[in-house]
């Protein structure tokens, strides 16, 4: 059953922790993505892949690290620099430029 | 960089009355998707536009890109209560890849 999976569903941190969240796909999509969705807010490009071990930042990438070296995975770093890093976090991934873009069920990551 | 901008941010309709969402950009787009969420949920794409001056119709759905391929319109006809979510559009910087989202309309039903 091919998808794209995201892990855990819902994440709690103390403050000034480094956190990583999971992003997996098997639908052999070269791009991936990780965007930011704040509470009644739009969908914020923090870090996208073309393919892999190679990836660009997107508009709010600074507390953020990512890695592509496998294909099938893109985690997202959230660091202790990041200022306000409680928000929902989603993965998507896509075969290439100009196709639809399959997201995960997100992540819920809050911080305290 | 690339922005596009989406209106109205909310949207409360009585079940079976009509409800539009628009997205703008300043720069040509190169494409526009657009996308629903339902509450509590992720999205999920709907439709891709390429062409200049685009329709397509999904059931009760129009989707149209206008003619300098600016701006992009999502026309639902007589509301339902399953349409409660919100609506985002999106496209992708020249060159694609970098896919930018609007802010969302968010469209609430009332039966």
């Known amino acids: 059953d091919g998808g794209i999976t995201q892990s855990p569903k819902y994440l709690f941190r103390k403050e000034g922790q480094n956190v990583t969240l999971s992003c997996e796909q098997n639908l052999n999509h070269d791009a991936m993505y990780w965007y930011r969705q704040d509470p009644g807010q739009g969908l914020r490009l923090i870090y996208y892949s073309q393919i892999v071990n190679d990836f660009q930042k997107g508009d709010i990438a600074e507390g953020y690290s990512v890695s592509r070296e496998k294909k099938e995975s893109f985690p997202l770093t959230v660091t202790s620099a990041q200022k306000n890093p409680t928000a929902f976090y989603l993965c998507a991934s896509r075969l290439t430029a100009l196709t639809e873009a399959f997201f995960g069920q997100g992540t819920r990551l809050t911080v305290v | 960089g690339q922005q596009v901008m989406q209106i109205p941010q909310y949207q409360h309709v009585q079940e079976g009355e009509d409800f539009t969402t628009y997205c703008n950009s300043s720069t040509t787009l190169s494409n526009i998707q657009w996308y629903k969420q339902r509450p509590g949920g992720h999205p999920v794409f709907l439709i891709q536009?390429?062409?200049?001056?685009e329709v397509k119709k999904q059931k009760r759905l129009t989707f149209q890109f206008g003619e300098a391929k600016k701006n992009s319109s999502l026309h639902i006809t007589a509301t339902q209560t399953t349409d409660v979510g919100t609506y985002f559009c999106a496209s992708e910087n020249t060159g694609g890849f970098k896919t930018i989202f609007g802010a969302g309309t968010r469209l609430f039903v009332k039966a």
């Open positions: 536009l390429v062409k200049s001056g």
